[in-house]
């Protein structure tokens, strides 16, 4: 294991500039470097659970780096020490969706927003698969949730868990997905949701676990939701689905 300050004196050279960005998630602290020829965004994570899906994290972008159909932050390394662990990789011009559906004015604005949400996770979902298939995505996500769960690191009960293994709905055709995917994880640039962040779960798996975090904020207006539905129109999350994945699945992560 390299020693970080080497590892970034190598990578980045002289820093002009390094300071904590206002949006901040919840698992790590993202900081934005300024070398003489780049802008960088450093996410830093400390707690052994979120070193673990940072060093995932690092692991998707590298293996994105080759390919532009799956539009994500550049990767430039990752780097752990006793403390910490660190992943650089491009800073982007954009805002989350979270902060472009704060700051648009008219409901118009509004749907636009959305509805290029839900079309942007539908070319993922109809991407080619650029990873290996998981032998079965849910079955994997079920045994991390008794991790998490067993340890106490998990707002989800052991009884939950116990109904979700028993009552798994059917399976549908397994795509390329986020696994993360709400308005805080995609960025939107010119006006458009354009680009992924917060990649860890990236993987194979159910598109309905994206399609349950996507409209998780807005499934009681059906205007907006009528507009995701316009971009995203290859399926539709039932009831049960949806409370299969959001308020079931994801009080685990
Ligand atoms: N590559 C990037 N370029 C610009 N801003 C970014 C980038 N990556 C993250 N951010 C900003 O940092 C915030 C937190 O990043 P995120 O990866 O979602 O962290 P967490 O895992 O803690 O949720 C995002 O909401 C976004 O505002
Ligand atoms: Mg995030």
């Known amino acids: 294991m390299r020693n970080s300050q080497a590892f970034f004196k190598d990578v980045l050279g002289e820093i002009n500039k390094i300071e904590k960005i206002p949006e901040q998630g919840c698992t790590s602290e993202v900081s934005m470097i300024v070398t003489e020829d780049n802008t960088y965004i450093l996410k830093s994570a400390f707690k052994e659970r979120y070193r673990e899906w940072l060093k995932m994290e690092a692991e998707v972008l590298e293996s994105l780096s080759f390919q532009s159909s799956i539009s994500v932050p550049?990767?430039?390394?990752?780097?752990?020490?006793?403390?910490?662990?660190?992943?650089?990789?491009?800073?982007?011009?954009?805002?989350?969706?979270?902060?472009?559906?704060?700051?648009?004015?008219?409901?118009?604005?509004?749907?636009?927003?959305?509805?290029?949400?839900?079309?942007?996770?539908?070319?993922?979902?109809?991407?080619?698969?650029?990873?290996?298939?998981?032998?079965?995505?849910?079955?994997?996500?079920?045994?991390?949730?008794?991790?998490?769960?067993?340890?106490?690191?998990?707002?989800?009960?052991?009884?939950?868990?116990?109904?979700?293994?028993?009552?798994?709905?059917?399976?549908?055709?397994?795509?390329?997905?986020?696994?993360?995917?709400?308005?805080?994880?995609?960025?939107?640039?010119?006006g458009e949701v354009r680009m992924f962040i917060d990649v860890a779960g990236m993987t194979f798996g159910d598109p309905r676990y994206d399609e349950a975090l996507a409209i998780r904020k807005f499934r009681h207006n059906p205007e907006w939701l009528a507009s995701f539905y316009e971009g995203y129109s290859r399926h539709r999350v039932t009831d049960e689905e949806f409370s299969y994945f959001e308020e079931g699945l994801y009080e685990f992560f």
Not at 98 to 118: D, Y
Not at 146 to 153: L, V
Request: with cysteine; net charge negative.
């Open 74 to 190: 550049r990767f430039y390394g990752f780097t752990e020490d006793e403390h910490a662990s660190h992943l650089l990789m491009s800073f982007e011009e954009g805002i989350t969706l979270t902060a472009a559906l704060r700051n648009a004015v008219t409901n118009q604005e509004k749907r636009r927003l959305i509805r290029s949400f839900g079309q942007f996770i539908m070319q993922l979902h109809e991407q080619e698969h650029v990873f290996k298939a998981d032998s079965d995505w849910l079955e994997t996500q079920l045994k991390r949730a008794r991790i998490y769960a067993e340890s106490g690191q998990a707002d989800g009960s052991l009884e939950l868990l116990e109904q979700l293994i028993a009552n798994k709905p059917k399976r549908v055709k397994q795509t390329m997905i986020h696994g993360d995917c709400t308005t805080d994880n995609v960025l939107v640039i010119d």
